[in-house]
């Protein structure tokens, strides 16, 4: 955690009425400084409360899986500014097209649709895992959903 991410969380611990909040990571979504801001900014407007990622880049990066109701989380913009505290509350296991409407609209991106959501998502993991140099296989892309809730902004 880097001094402005201390302070914020500092602010947060003093607003909150939670005994000992354990901080989890600073992070921001998608893999660009506007696609953070697009994306942080939903967060902030209340229609994302819900995000999907590849359950193979936890595994290559050792990174733990998320914990329901355990953590807080600062999520940070495109310029790795502090936004947002998230909890995540919910989280569900599933392969890429078992997306449900729900998870889709949870999302709070484009139309809402699963369709839209199949669309965004396929494009921006092919770009991860080429990056990666991984194979693509959405019959077999296991992701990992989480619904999570502002509890400071």
């Known amino acids: 955690m880097n001094a402005i991410e201390k302070a914020y969380w500092q602010k947060f611990e003093a607003a909150a009425d ?3 909040p354990i901080f989890g990571s600073s992070w921001s979504f ?3 400084a506007e ?22 880049f936890y595994e290559l990066e050792g990174i733990a899986f998320p914990t329901e109701n355990k ?21 569900k296991r599933f ?3 078992d997306v449900t409407e729900e998870m889709a609209r949870l999302e709070g991106e484009g139309d809402l649709s699963v369709a ?10 092919k770009t991860a895992f080429i990056k990666e140099n991984l194979v693509y296989d959405e ?3 296991a992701l990992l959903y989480e619904e999570f809730e502002v509890v400071y902004k």
């Open 95 to 97: 392969m890429f097209n």
């Open 139 to 141: 019959d077999k892309l």
């Open 30 to 32: 998608g893999a660009t």
């Open 35 to 56: 696609m953070a801001d697009d994306l942080g900014q939903l967060v902030l407007e209340g229609k994302k409360t819900g995000t999907t990622s590849a359950v193979v």
């Open 116 to 125: 839209y959501w199949q669309a965004v998502h396929r494009a921006f993991f």
């Open 18 to 20: 939670i005994e000992s």
């Open 71 to 91: 953590v807080y989380d600062i999520l940070l913009n495109g310029s790795n500014e502090p936004i947002a505290i998230l909890q995540t509350k919910k989280i």
